[in-house]
T-cell receptor, first 112, second 114 residues
Framework: GESVGLHLPTLSVQEGDNSIINCAYS??????FIWYKQESGKGPQFIID?????DKRQGQRVTVLLNKTVKHLSLQIAATQPGDSAVYFC???????????FGSGTKLNVKP | NAGVTQTPKFQVLKTGQSMTLQCAQD?????MYWYRQDPGMGLRLIYY???????DKGEVPNGYNVSRLNKREFSLRLESAAPSQTSVYFC?????????????FGPGTRLTVL
C-alpha cells in the first residue's frame, strides 16, 4: 500500500460521527492556512482555506477554526463518511516563499 | 481539463543513474512547484517557479535541477540518483506565487533508487 501514512498520528471515528483534526503552527506572522486531503496513492487535494483575519470558515461538511492566540488550527468534518478516510495536512505558506510548510499530517480512519 | 499531469508514475533507478520527471498543467497557472514526500513526513519543497522563465530553490534542492520549459511544463532532473532520493515526488501549480492560493497537485511519481 501507500507508504505515506506510516508513523502518522491516527484518528479513528465511526461513520456518521464528527471528526476533529488538529494542527499547530509555529510562525505567528503566518496569515493564511490551507487544509489538504490526501487519499492513498493520490496527490493532496485542497479542502478549505482560512485567512488570519478570520476565526472560522465553513465549507460543505467542513469547518476550519483558527486560534491565533495559541497558534492552532482545527478541521472539523461533520457526519464523517468512509470517503473521508485519508491523510489530512495543514499547510502554512511562508511569504518569503522558499518554504511552504506542510504538517506531517493526521490519518483519518472511518469505521463503517 | 486534465489538471496537473506527471510522468512517469513509477520509476526504479540504480545509484548514479539520471532521469527527468515531467510535469505539465493545463490551467494557465503562473506558478509551479516540485515537492518530495517521505514516509511519515509532510511535503517538502524542492524547487519552485513563480512564473515562466524563473526558478528558485526550495527547502531541499540539493541533488536536483529544474527547467521551466514554458508556462505549461516544469521538469525535475536527478543527475546522479542516490538512495536518499527514494521518495514520492509531487508536482503542483497555482494561479500565482504569492502563497495565498490553492495549489493543485499531480498524482505523483514513486521513485525508488537502489
Amino acid at each position: 500500500g501507500e507508504s505515506v501514512g506510516l508513523h502518522l498520528p491516527t484518528l479513528s471515528v465511526q461513520e456518521g460521527d464528527n471528526s476533529i483534526i488538529n494542527c499547530a503552527y509555529s510562525n505567528s506572522a503566518s496569515d493564511y492556512f490551507i487544509w489538504y486531503k490526501q487519499e492513498s496513492g493520490k496527490g493532496p487535494q485542497f479542502i478549505i482555506d482560512i485567512r488570519s483575519n478570520m476565526d472560522k470558515r465553513q465549507g460543505q461538511r467542513v469547518t476550519v477554526l483558527l486560534n491565533k492566540t495559541v497558534k492552532h488550527l482545527s478541521l472539523q468534518i461533520a457526519a464523517t463518511q468512509p470517503g473521508d478516510s485519508a491523510v489530512y495536512f495543514c499547510a502554512e505558506p511562508i511569504y518569503n516563499f522558499n518554504k511552504f510548510y506542510f504538517g506531517s499530517g493526521t490519518k483519518l480512519n472511518v469505521k463503517p | 481539463n486534465a489538471g496537473v499531469t506527471q510522468t512517469p508514475k513509477f520509476q526504479v533507478l540504480k545509484t548514479g543513474q539520471s532521469m527527468t520527471l515531467q510535469c505539465a498543467q493545463d490551467m494557465n497557472h503562473n506558478s509551479m512547484y516540485w515537492y518530495r514526500q517521505d514516509p511519515g513526513m509532510g511535503l517538502r519543497l524542492i524547487y519552485y517557479s513563480a512564473s515562466e522563465g524563473t526558478t528558485d530553490k526550495g527547502e531541499v534542492p540539493n541533488g536536483y535541477n529544474v527547467s521551466r520549459l514554458n508556462k505549461r511544463e516544469f521538469s525535475l532532473r536527478l543527475e546522479s540518483a542516490a538512495p536518499s532520493q527514494t521518495s514520492v515526488y509531487f508536482c503542483a501549480s497555482s494561479a500565482s506565487g504569492t502563497g495565498h492560493n490553492e495549489q493543485f497537485f499531480g498524482p505523483g511519481t514513486r521513485l525508488t533508487v537502489l
